[in-house]
């Protein structure tokens, strides 16, 4: 996968959540009245919710052990633009486990209120960090990064794994190919 390519990939997959996510926003705005009990917030937003899951497994992983780490070890100061994502990163996950876990609580009117406030907080945050990450992060890395780096970000993007990508840039960077 070329430089085009893995960043047309990110692209792509942060218009595929934004889209996606409107799901949870048309839940979160419909909120539990019609839909009390063990189904809310409903099968669609409940997908989304797992998507969300496999791509904080994947795409947000890469960034956090590829690609973040790579840009500020290219250009140092892109740290202060860079570690507040990740804290939003953090952030998001942590949203995302207590959504997962207030849906998996038992049904009640205080669980559905907190589904549908959690379901907002978290899907704003999930908007504003992908146009910061768009604004930030990719048009810097298709500047700075050298050909071995985008492939390692891409192998890891594409295998969905956590330690895969990592040892042939840290390999790459001993051989003197890499930063």
């Known amino acids: 996968m070329g430089k085009a390519d893995v960043f047309e990939r990110m692209r792509a997959d942060h ?32 997908r989304v919710l797992d998507m969300l899951a496999k791509q904080f497994e994947t795409h947000m992983a890469a960034e956090d052990e590829i690609l973040f780490p790579t840009l500020i070890e290219a250009l140092p100061q892109t740290r202060l633009s860079i570690e507040p994502l990740l804290a939003d990163h953090a952030a998001l996950r942590d949203m995302l486990q207590a ?12 669980r559905d209120e907190q589904i549908g406030v959690q379901l907002r907080d978290f899907v704003d945050l999930l ?45 790459a960077r001993r051989k003197g190919e890499g930063l």
């Open 15 to 46: 218009q595929y959540v934004l889209r996606e996510i409107l799901i949870l926003d048309q839940a979160a705005r419909r909120g539990p009245a019609r839909e009390a009990g063990p189904e809310w917030p409903g099968e669609p937003a409940l």
């Open 127 to 171: 908007r504003i960090h992908i146009r910061k990450e768009e604004l930030i992060v990719i048009s810097v890395a298709e500047r700075v990064l050298r050909p071995n780096e985008v492939e390692a970000f891409a192998a890891r993007m594409a295998s969905g794994r956590p330690d895969q990508g990592r040892a042939s840039n840290d390999s």
């Open 99 to 110: 959504l997962q876990r207030l849906i998996d609580a038992p049904p009640g009117e205080a």
